[in-house]
């Protein structure tokens, strides 16, 4: 007779459930403090349907997706247990945390972005932001993080050049 979706899981059912030893699960109780099933006495673990879940997820991220043990702590760190829960429902990794909202982008925010190749004795081509740039008011770290921005459109403008010939 099957148990209902809603009923706990002894430690044997929720290794059954998730194709794992049982070794595996206690295990994981040690690195993965979210991992709390109920103990009764004699120490008998009793999973909660949530607690299945996590299972699921982080299964899913170390098995399937191949993280490490240390990857896995820092998602459920930054994005927490319903999105590990999230992800071994639906087998996608994409954050489900609320994204960042921005202001549409005026006319006055546009960067001008020069090719400076031909003023440079170097083959590398070298962008450059224009005079429409806006650095002041941004921290030193979004200035850093703006700068490998567009290294990273140098580096794609290079090999897209090299690609036409």
Known sequence: MDKSPDAFRTISEAAEELDLPQHVLRFWETRFTQIKPLKRGGGRRYYRPDDVQLLK?????????????????????????????????????????????????????????????????????????????????????????????????ASCKQVLDKARG
């Open 57 to 153: 997820g982080i299964r899913h991220l170390l098995y399937d997706q191949g993280f490490t043990i240390k990857g896995v702590q820092r998602i459920l760190k930054e994005q927490g247990a319903k999105h590990v829960v999230a992800i071994g429902e639906t087998g996608s990794i994409r954050p489900i945390a609320p994204q960042p909202q921005f202001e549409p982008a005026t006319d006055e925010d546009a960067v001008d972005f020069v090719d400076i190749a031909s003023d440079v004795s170097s083959d590398e081509p070298r962008l450059v932001a224009g005079p429409a740039a806006r650095t002041e008011g941004l921290s030193a770290r979004q200035k850093e993080e703006l700068s490998a921005v567009l290294d990273m459109l």
